[in-house]
């Protein structure tokens, strides 16, 4: 069985054409500028040439369109017809309480997504757009559905309520949530296969490091708490967002600044973080670069996220009574060894040792630990497509 994967913003759509026979991926691609002008990077896997050019993209619905072209294309493509493809996977950021798994799309779900629109008010619409475009070109192929929140769903009371008035929460769902529920699924699944331990017998805390960053503490292959919350601004400071700050600093701001309300959550949302800290940027590997130049404020920032991250580690040590291994993934978490490494060293106490030599590794699935470091420690590429078009082939073989 063949299945497309799609993740849809509001003027993009990234794709990935799994075999799920052998799970292997067969082309991916990017829809950019979408509702601008548009512009198509559709990537082969099976020696065909790469298409990267302007493509006029005046909706999603030509998007989808463009991308089957080229998927089923003559010069380009990897597949004789669309007759080939048995089902599409969505990924849907916000779930809200009403999904705890990935589910068939139908009309019911269809409108509980568009329930979840004022959780996700930037996400939600790009992903039901998505959905509609797949339905338009493509019939009744089944779809479904993969929630970035739903793993986050067996957190307990004590972690995801807000100590405000409970009205807020029963009323207007305000409450932690979490995200980046898919690659914390695939990681911790991944590391404990490594470890060669049933993932119902272990405590692990899953770091994904990227642009946006979040921890998840997993007990048994549950997530019992998560560093993101009601949106994904909250938790550690990121590429852009500041993480977790008091909420008093948005009045203060308003206040002070003449700005309003929406203009300081957006400077909260994409100037602040690590970029607003260095004034460098927002990648890591800038910030390194700047940092080994003498800049003290990208040193600052690297330091800050390090503890940030260590910090929480902590905490979700304690939330768990124990921790076995730490995970490594996404873009810092796989790549940068630096970061790695300033994080291992606020851990000795925990019984983390890191290995300098494996420490060096990128992109690929390692322990980064030493033999006899108490607790295990991994960097494990995520591979949130595979998790979806997995969950797409279990729900639509039924
Ligand atoms: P997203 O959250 O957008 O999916 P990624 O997981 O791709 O982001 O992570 C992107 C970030 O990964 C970049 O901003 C950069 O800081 C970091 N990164 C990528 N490669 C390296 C590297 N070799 N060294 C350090 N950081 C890296």
Redesign the pocket.
């Known amino acids: 069985m063949k299945i497309l994967v799609i993740n849809c913003g509001s003027s993009s759509l990234k794709y990935q054409l799994l075999d799920m026979q052998t799970e292997t991926l067969l082309a991916k691609g990017l829809c950019e500028r979408i509702g601008i002008d548009g512009h198509l990077k559709h990537q082969p896997q099976n020696g065909k040439s790469v298409f990267d050019e302007d493509v006029a993209l005046p909706t999603h619905t030509e998007a989808i369109a463009a991308v089957l072209d080229k998927l089923t294309s003559e010069q380009y493509g990897v597949v004789a017809s669309m007759d080939e493809i048995g089902a599409v996977g969505h990924r849907v950021v916000h779930g809200g309480e009403k999904f705890a798994s990935s589910v068939l799309i139908n009309d019911e779900v269809m409108a509980a997504i568009a329930e979840c629109i004022p959780l996700a008010p930037l996400h939600n619409p790009a992903n039901i757009t998505g959905i509609e475009a797949c339905k338009a070109v493509m019939g009744d192929v089944p779809q479904v559905a993969v929630f970035d929140t739903a793993f986050h769903q067996t957190m307990p009371g004590k972690a995801y309520m807000y100590a405000i008035p409970y009205e807020y929460y029963t009323d207007l769902k305000v409450r932690r949530y979490g995200f980046h529920g898919t690659s914390h699924r695939y990681v911790s699944a991944r590391a404990a296969e490594m470890m060669g331990k049933p993932i119902e017998e272990l405590k692990l805390i899953s770091c994904h490091m990227?642009?946006?960053s979040s921890i998840c503490a997993i007990d048994g292959g549950k997530s019992v708490d998560t560093s993101m919350g009601f949106t994904p601004i909250a938790g550690l400071p990121m590429?852009t967002r500041c993480g977790d700050i008091d909420v008093s600093v948005l009045e203060y701001l308003c206040a002070n600044t003449g700005k309003d309300v929406k203009t300081i959550t957006n400077e909260l949302n994409k100037k602040s973080g690590v970029l607003g800290v260095s004034g460098v940027s927002?990648?890591?590997?800038d910030l390194?670069k700047a940092a080994g130049e003498g800049n003290d404020r990208a040193a600052l920032a690297l330091d800050m996220f390090a503890y940030a991250v260590a910090k929480t580690i902590g905490a979700y040590a304690a939330a768990m009574n124990g921790v076995d291994g730490i995970i490594f993934t996404?873009?810092?978490g796989e790549?940068?060894a630096a970061?790695r490494a300033g994080i291992g060293k606020y851990l000795g106490w925990l019984g983390v040792q890191i290995c300098p030599g494996c420490n060096q590794k990128?992109g690929e699935e390692t322990f980064i630990s030493t033999a006899d470091s108490k607790v295990k420690v991994m960097v494990i590429p995520t591979n949130e497509e595979l998790v979806i078009a997995r969950d797409t082939k279990a729900l639509t073989e039924k």
């Open positions: 990227g642009n946006g590429g927002s990648d890591f590997r390194t996404a873009g810092v790549n940068d970061t990128r």
